[in-house]
């Protein structure tokens, strides 16, 4: 069975500092990754997704992410972080080739301090 | 454009009554999601139907939950009976194909007393 592990589970920073978040999955084969971000009191939303190709990839906010094959890592990263980020960062990973059951990790609270 | 539907947005009730949630996926997705979210387990996948069919649904706590898609648009979650470790924020997805984006609902924030 897939797993999804996040390495931060709280990270504090100052507007402008640089973001990264880990992420690492358990899957040996193809697989559909996701960072999704959930702001206070609200549903969770698509950051970016990557399912092939260029293994760096650009969501909406600023945020990118890079794909590992060999590190079966997704890292969603930001280089300059404002106060509106402060939220909950989720990666999901969805094994391809089968069921495509979804996976999240338990995801990373982030403060930005303005 | 309509994202994903959830009712109702809050409820409190007592223990030992039965709950309904409800959700209608965005039209023309085939897959639909429910979740439970906590402080303590993160977010849980229950259920997962493909085309109204369960395909997952090693999630679901325990018989006192079920679910049924009995068409493209419409889904409910039941707990009978509810008991008090089922308060939780409950969020239904939807997602145009298997292994697409979620497009989450605003979910259903559940206190059971």
């Known amino acids: 069975a897939q797993s999804v592990s996040q390495h931060n589970h709280h990270v504090i920073l100052s507007e402008a500092a640089s973001l990264e978040l880990g992420c690492n999955y358990s899957?040996?084969?193809?697989?559909?990754l996701f960072w999704y971000v959930q702001y206070p009191g609200q549903h969770l939303q698509l950051l970016l997704k990557y399912f092939s190709g260029d293994p760096l990839v650009k969501g909406i906010k600023g945020f990118e992410a890079e794909f590992i094959k060999s590190k079966f890592s997704f890292n969603l990263r930001k280089p300059s972080v404002q106060w509106s980020d402060t939220a909950e960062y989720f990666c999901?990973?969805?094994?391809?080739?089968?069921?495509?059951?979804?996976?999240f990790g338990r995801g990373t609270s982030l403060i930005v301090h303005p | 454009d309509a994202g994903v539907i959830q009712s109702p947005r809050h409820e409190v009730t007592e223990m030992g009554q039965e709950v309904t949630l409800r959700c209608k996926p965005i039209s023309g997705h085939n897959s639909l999601f429910w979740y439970r979210q906590t402080m303590m387990r993160g977010l849980e996948l229950l259920i997962y139907?493909?085309?109204?069919?369960?395909?997952?649904d090693s999630g679901m706590p325990e018989d006192r939950f079920s679910a049924k898609m009995p068409n493209a648009s419409f889904s409910t979650l039941k707990i009978q009976p509810s008991e008090p470790r089922d308060s939780a924020v409950y969020f239904c997805?939807?997602?145009?194909?298997?292994?697409?984006?979620?497009?989450f609902g605003d979910g259903t924030r559940l206190s059971i007393l």
């Open positions: 899957y040996g084969g193809t697989v559909n």
């Open positions: 139907f493909n085309n109204n069919v369960p395909i997952d």
């Open positions: 997805a939807s997602s145009q194909d298997r292994g697409q984006p979620q497009h």
């Open positions: 999901a990973v969805n094994a391809g080739g089968g069921s495509y059951i979804p996976t």
